[in-house]
Every structure is written in C-alpha cells, then in structure tokens.
T-cell receptor, first 112, second 110 residues
Framework: KAGVTQTPRYLIKTRGQQVTLSCSPISGHRSVSWYQQTPGQGLQFLFEYFSETQRNKGNFPGRFSGRQFSNSRSEMNVSTLELGDSALYLC???????????FGSGTRLTVV | GQNIDQPTEMTATEGAIVQINCTYQTSGFNGLFWYQQHAGEAPTFLSYNVLDGLEEKGRFSSFLSRSKGYSYLLLKELQMKDSASYLCAVIGTGGFKTIFGAGTRLFVKA
C-alpha cells in the first residue's frame, strides 16, 4: 500500500513568486491536512480537506490556499512568496471515521 | 486560546527510562497523540489516548489525564535510535483540526 506522496521534495523560489505543492494521500483516505513546520514554530495547521471541501482552516494569510480533487489528491498554493515562508510543508491523510495522521515526507521550500 | 506545552530538549542515557510531559489547553478534546520525528523525516504515529489512563505499546507508553490537561510519553530501555523529536498533538472541537506542540528533542547518549 503506497504511503502519502508529496511532490516536489525540494524547491527553491524567489521572493514574490508563487508555488504549488502536491499531495497524493493513501488510497481510500479522503481527508487531507496540510501543515507548515519551522524550527521555531513547530507544526502549524494550514487547512484540512475532505471530499473536495475545506473543513477547517488555520491562521495563515490569504496567500496560502489549497484545493482537493475528486480523486482526493490535494494541492496547496502560496502566492507572493516571502522569506518567512521557507519551511517544510507536510501533508497528512486520515481514513474516514478515524483519527491519526499518516504524513508524507514533505516538501522543503526555500525562498531566497 | 489553544496551547500545548512540552519541554524543548531532554537528554537521557542508553538503557534508561525517560518521561516526556505535555500539558494542553484546547477548545474541546477529542484525543491526544504522540508522534516521533527523526531529523529530516516525516512524523510517525506512536500513540493515541482519548480516555484517562495508561496505554502501553512495547517500550513506549502514553498516559492521559483529561481533568489535568496532562499527558506523558514514557520510553523504556532507551536505544540510540530513539534520539528524535517527540510531538504531542491534540484534536480539539469538531475533530478536524489537530494542534501540535513544538516538540521535545530527545538526545540519547551512550
């Protein structure tokens, strides 16, 4: 059974650019959550999607957005990148009716 | 507000026992998780507590007291490979949003 797949693994972008990150959950998992991880802040919740609907959103500016497709794959987009957006972005999926995440390996974004 | 506190770093000796504490204040409670994260890797699930008491799984045990907003992760017979960050996380109201603590970096020395 394949795990949670995130692409790309590493990304370097320039301030002001935008970026799109992709996450494919475990087959059958319809809930996908996104987190930003930085050394000082730990894991910060971005948003959670279930069946193409955003069910919950964290306290991030509107530059951070996401979506989920009918096959449960999810993307998150960050526009007008800032240096402070440099972080590890983790995606996690959960089976319906259960708690507990399976995380992907993450996308490490560096903004220069 | 919502807050999860855990020590920043701990050091223990191989073969010993270590207890990592976590206190939380959240809007509602639907369970508490512990995750392990090795440097450069994704977090992996260790334990889930929703009722008060101790859950044991091999060398790892997790305890929960909901009335005190307190949990701990107990690691026995420490091994060098246990050197990692340990993340305490709480599912709040609605069950859709999991809040993480900043993590405790555990260093196991020979």
């Amino acid at each position: 059974k394949a795990g949670v797949t995130q692409t790309p693994r590493y990304l370097i972008k320039t301030r002001g650019q935008q970026v799109t990150l992709s996450c494919s959950p475990i087959s059958g998992h319809r809930s996908v959550s996104w987190y930003q991880q930085t050394p000082g802040q730990g894991l910060q919740f971005l948003f959670e999607y279930f069946s193409e609907t955003q069910r919950n959103k964290g306290n991030f500016p509107g530059r951070f957005s996401g979506r989920q497709f009918s096959n449960s794959r999810s993307e998150m987009n960050v526009s007008t990148l800032e240096l402070g957006d440099s972080a590890l972005y983790l995606c996690a999926s959960t089976p319906e009716g259960a708690y507990g995440y399976t995380f992907g390996s993450g996308t490490r974004l560096t903004v220069v | 507000g919502q807050n999860i506190d855990q020590p920043t770093e701990m050091t223990a000796t191989e073969g010993a026992i270590v207890q990592i504490n976590c206190t939380y204040q959240t809007s509602g409670f639907n369970g508490l998780f512990w995750y392990q994260q090795h440097a450069g890797e994704a977090p992996t699930f260790l334990s889930y507590n929703v009722l008060d008491g101790l859950e044991e799984k091999g060398r790892f045990s997790s305890f929960l007291s909901r009335s005190k907003g307190y949990s701990y992760l107990l690691l026995k017979e420490l091994q060098m490979k246990d050197s990692a960050s340990y993340l305490c996380a709480v599912i709040g109201t609605g069950g859709f949003k999991t809040i993480f603590g900043a993590g405790t970096r555990l260093f196991v020395k020979a």
